[in-house]
Structure formats: C-alpha cells, structure tokens
C-alpha cells in the first residue's frame, strides 16, 4: 500500500506532467501544501524530494520550490575531459569561478602524487543555465603550474574554464574513471538536487610527458543534464606494419 508521501507526490506529479501547474511555477509553500494534504512537513518533505530526485521539482534556498524547467543536456567528451563546446559556449550558460589555494590531503595527495600538504589551487567551476545549475567541476593543479589572470577578460585560458577543460599546459595524457553514485552533501547543495539523486561523477588525471600529474579534475553532473561520449582511437603496433 503506498505511503502518505508517495500519494502526494502522486498529485504533484500529476499536476506537473497535465500542465495544471507550469514550468517556473512556484509550488505553494511547505506549510501550505503541508496543511492542504493534512500531513506534517516532514512527510510533505519526503513528497518534494521525491520529486526533486526526479527532476520534476526544484528547491531555490530562500525562495522556495519551483516545478523545474526542462533543461537541455550538455554533453561531456571524453578522452581529453572537455564540455563540447557547441552545447558549452550557449547563449543560456555560463560559469562561474572561485580559486582558492588549498593543501593537499590524503585523497589529494593520491590524485597528483604529491607530499602531504603541497600547496595546490583550486578552481571551483559551476555551470548554470539561468539559474539552474547543469554541472561542478573541483579542478586541481600543483601551485607552480597554476595559469595567472582566470578572471581577467583577456584570459587566454577562459574558454577552458568555460568548457571544464584541462586548465594548465597541454597533457600528453589524460585518464578519466567514471560511475554513477549518490551526490555528496557539497554537490547536493550546490547543484540544488536531492541528496539521494544520483549523479555522473568524473575524475580526470592529466599528466605530461615526463608522467608528472599536472591536473587532477572531480566532475559532477545530474544524471539528467549530460550525456557522455567516449571515442575509442585504433592503434596499430608499428611491429606488425614493418617487415
């Protein structure tokens, strides 16, 4: 038998997807909504942030609950860890940046091989269109090798950051893990989805040709915002073409 929670956002649900209730919407309040169906908040909760895992809804901090609009997916290309740039580089999306300068820690340290508490600069980029947020990269690289002026407009690195790709000198080679799990509490709050939402999680290691780690990138998508491709390259054995 479904439980309080799910019949409510049953209605929802039903009232989103027949266009009684319109994309940008604002759903009445907690409180509201909770009197309205006889529940408590905490079971009207529930309701939402099912709805919220389902990225029919979306909760703005300090504004409330929006039915959420439907959103075009980026799409993420692997092999060199870029956004394409022709669904990246849209009117509607932009990125913003944060740096900062951070120690390494043990998972750090594991990424970029590098001593416990090796000064590193952290790039902390969240793509959004409008208000909604599409993706959030945490991209990492040794101090010395950290580009000067992301900020300034005549950055010569801008459209990688744009793009989420590799920040510092061209790698000779890039490796990327990818899975799907829970998002974090930090990616929960700031791509604004449920912290039992899943989502597509990256980690790109760039490295040069001496096999120094010169970035280490943590990605993280909604699940219903990008699209992956990976492209397989043939490589011949010169041993087999000689002779």
């Not at 909760?59 to 060199?80: A, D, E, Q, S, T």
């Not at 000067?148 to 459209?159: I, N, P, R, Y």
């Amino acid at each position: 038998m479904p439980s309080r929670h799910q019949d409510i956002a049953d209605d929802l649900r039903h009232q989103i997807t027949s266009g009684r209730m319109q994309p940008g919407e604002r759903l009445p309040s907690e409180t509201v909504l909770a009197d309205r169906y006889a529940v408590s908040t905490v079971t009207l909760r529930h309701a939402l942030a099912m709805l919220q895992s389902e990225g029919l809804v979306e909760k703005i901090h300090g504004k409330g609950n929006f039915v959420r609009r439907p959103l075009r997916k980026i799409m993420y290309v692997g092999g060199w860890g870029t956004l394409d740039p022709w669904t990246a580089a849209g009117p509607a999306l932009r990125v913003t940046v944060r740096s900062n300068t951070v120690q390494a820690d043990g998972h750090l340290t594991t990424l970029l091989k590098v001593p416990m508490g090796s000064p590193l600069t952290e790039y902390f980029c969240l793509s959004l269109e409008e208000e909604s947020p599409h993706g959030l990269a945490r991209i990492y690289l040794p101090r010395d090798l950290a580009p000067v002026g992301v900020f300034d407009e005549d950055f010569a690195g801008q459209e990688a950051v744009t793009r989420f790709a590799v920040l510092g000198p061209p790698p000779a080679a890039v490796r990327e893990t990818v899975c799907a799990r829970p998002a974090t509490p930090d990616e929960s709050a700031a791509l604004r989805i449920s912290p039992t939402a899943v989502v597509l999680a990256i980690t790109r290691i760039a490295t040069d040709s001496t096999g120094r780690v010169v970035e280490a990138a943590l990605l993280a998508f909604p699940r219903d915002r990008v699209d992956a491709v990976f492209t397989t390259h043939h490589v011949i054995d010169e041993r087999q073409t000689q002779g």
